[in-house]
C-alpha cells in the first residue's frame, strides 16, 4: 500500500496538460500548446560552453552538497548588483531548480499544526509542497479588481498565532502581478510584528515589463532582511528549465537546515549545471533584454486579443510569461448538448474540440479563468487565440 503523503498527491496540473499535449502532438494532431511554464529560447550559447568546458575538464564528480564557492560568489554577486543585498557563503544554497528550494525550505522550516499564508491566484506547487511538510496552506483570496494586491487589512484577517510564514511570488505565476512597495513594507512589517517568515519566489524578477522594477521585500531594511528568505534560480531568466539549478538566500541556521536535508536526499546539484550557472550570472546578460522584448510583444498581442473577445476580460501582466484572462461571464453557456461550467470543462471543450491547450484557472485557486503560457511562437499564440475566439463564439 501507498503511503498517505503519497496517496494523497496529485501530479503537477501544469506538468500533466504539457504531457497530454505532447501526446497528442505525437499522434499529428495540430495542438496550439499554452501550456508550458518555460521560455521557448535556446539557452544562450556562452552558457552552453561552460557546461561543455566543464565536462570536458572532467568536472563530473560530487561536489559540495550545498553548491561549489565560486557559484555561491556569482550568486552573491547578483544579489549585491540586482537587488542592494550582502550575503555570506553560509546564507547561500544551490539546489536542483527553484522548485527543489521551494521544497528544501518548506522541510526545513514547516511541522505539523503551522499554517501557512498563500495568496491566491498561487503556483500550483506552493500548497502541496506546503501539505508534504505536515503543515497547513491557508489561503488569501485576492482580486483582479484590486490589481491581485494583499493589503494589510486582508492579512489581518489571516494571521493566527500559528501563522509559521507567507509565501510571496511576484513577478508572479500565474497573474503576473507585482506587489507595490507599500503593501511589502506592510507585509514586512507584520513579518516582524507576528512573527513569521516571508518565503520570497523572486523567480520572474528579470521578466518585469514597462514601467515596474523588482524590488525584493528583502531589500527594504535589514529587520525584514533577518525573516525573509528568498527562492530564485536561473531556469526562468536564462532559458535554463532543463538543467536544474535553483538558490535559496536567507538566514544561516534555515540555510544549514536545508542544506542538512539536501545532504540526505539529492547530494549536491549537477556539477556541469553549477558551472553554466556560473556563466549565466557572470556573463552577458543581453539574452534577458532579447527575451524580455518578444514577451513583451505577445503579451501585447494576447492582452488585446482577449479583452476583444465579447463576455472576456483581461488582467494586463506587469512581469513574467503568462496571462490569466477571465471568462466568468462566458461560463454557463452551452456547447451542443454539454454545459461549460468551469474552468475545467472550458480547458477539455479546448483541447479536444478546438485543439488548443491552456490550464484551468482552479488548479491555481480561482475559478472562471483561464492560464495560457505565452513562452511559445507569436505563429502557435496567433493561431491558438483564433481558435479560443472560434470556441467562445461556438457557445450558446
Ligand atoms: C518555474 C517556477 C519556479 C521554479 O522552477 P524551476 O524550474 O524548478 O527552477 C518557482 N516558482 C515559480 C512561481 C515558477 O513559476
Same mark, same amino acid.
Given at each position: 500500500m501507498l503511503s498517505k503523503r503519497a496517496h494523497a498527491l496529485k501530479p503537477s496540473p501544469t506538468l500533466a496538460i504539457s504531457a497530454k499535449e505532447k501526446a497528442l502532438k505525437a499522434q499529428g494532431v495540430d495542438i496550439a500548446g499554452f501550456g508550458a511554464g518555460e521560455p521557448d529560447?535556446?539557452?544562450?550559447?556562452?552558457? #552552453?560552453?561552460?557546461?561543455?568546458?566543464?565536462i570536458n575538464e572532467g568536472f563530473t564528480k560530487y561536489t559540495p552538497v550545498s553548491g561549489i564557492d565560486p557559484l555561491k560568489d556569482a550568486i552573491i554577486e547578483k544579489f549585491k548588483r540586482d537587488n542592494g543585498l550582502e550575503y555570506k557563503r553560509e546564507e547561500i544554497i544551490v539546489s536542483c531548480g527553484g522548485k527543489h528550494s521551494l521544497y528544501n525550505l518548506f522541510q526545513a522550516l514547516f511541522d505539523e499544526g503551522d499554517e501557512v499564508l498563500i495568496p491566491s491566484p498561487f503556483w500550483v506547487s506552493y500548497p502541496p509542497m506546503v501539505e508534504l511538510a505536515g503543515a497547513k496552506p491557508v489561503i488569501i483570496e485576492t482580486e483582479e479588481a484590486d490589481d491581485y494586491q494583499i493589503t494589510e487589512k486582508l492579512l489581518k484577517k489571516h494571521i493566527t498565532k500559528h501563522t509559521k510564514a507567507i509565501i510571496l511570488n511576484y513577478p508572479s505565476n500565474p497573474v503576473g502581478s507585482v506587489f507595490t512597495l507599500k503593501n511589502l513594507e506592510a507585509i514586512g512589517k507584520m513579518a516582524i510584528e507576528k512573527?513569521?517568515?516571508?518565503?520570497?519566489?523572486?523567480?520572474?524578477?528579470?521578466?518585469?515589463?514597462?514601467? =515596474?522594477?523588482?524590488?525584493?521585500?528583502?531589500?527594504i531594511? #535589514?529587520?525584514?532582511?533577518?525573516?525573509?528568505?528568498?527562492?530564485?534560480?536561473?531556469?526562468? @531568466?536564462?532559458?535554463? @528549465?532543463?538543467?536544474?539549478?535553483?538558490?535559496?538566500?536567507?538566514?544561516?541556521?534555515?540555510?544549514?537546515?536545508m542544506s542538512n536535508i539536501q545532504s540526505q536526499s539529492t547530494s549536491n546539484p549537477t556539477s556541469i549545471s553549477q558551472k553554466a550557472a556560473i556563466a549565466a550570472l557572470n556573463g552577458p546578460q543581453e539574452s534577458i533584454a532579447m527575451m524580455l522584448e518578444q514577451?513583451? #510583444?505577445?503579451?501585447?498581442?494576447?492582452?488585446?486579443?482577449?479583452?476583444?473577445?465579447?463576455?472576456?476580460?483581461? =488582467?494586463?501582466?506587469?512581469g513574467a510569461f503568462y496571462v490569466f484572462p477571465n471568462f466568468k461571464k462566458v461560463l454557463g453557456r452551452r456547447?451542443?448538448?454539454?454545459?461549460?461550467?468551469?474552468?475545467?470543462?472550458?480547458?477539455?471543450?479546448?483541447?479536444?474540440?478546438?485543439?488548443t491547450a491552456v490550464v484551468p484557472g482552479i488548479e491555481f485557486g480561482k475559478e472562471g479563468y483561464l492560464r495560457l503560457s505565452y513562452a511559445t511562437s507569436m505563429e502557435v499564440i496567433e493561431k491558438g487565440l483564433e481558435r479560443i475566439k472560434k470556441a467562445i463564439s461556438a457557445l450558446e
Open positions: 529560447f535556446d539557452t544562450p550559447a556562452h552558457i #552552453k560552453e561552460a557546461a561543455i568546458k566543464a512573527g513569521f517568515y516571508i518565503i520570497s519566489d523572486e523567480i520572474y524578477e528579470k521578466l518585469i515589463y514597462d514601467e =515596474y522594477v523588482h524590488t525584493s521585500i528583502a531589500s531594511d #535589514k529587520a525584514i532582511k533577518e525573516r525573509t528568505i528568498i527562492c530564485h534560480g536561473v531556469s526562468k @531568466t536564462y532559458s535554463m @528549465t532543463g538543467w536544474r539549478i535553483g538558490f535559496t538566500a536567507g538566514p544561516k541556521e534555515i540555510i544549514g537546515a514577451f513583451k #510583444k505577445r503579451r501585447d498581442f494576447l492582452v488585446s486579443g482577449f479583452r476583444s473577445i465579447e463576455g472576456v476580460t483581461c =488582467y494586463n501582466p506587469k456547447y451542443i448538448e454539454k454545459t461549460i461550467d468551469t474552468s475545467a470543462a472550458l480547458t477539455t471543450l479546448l483541447l479536444e474540440e478546438f485543439h
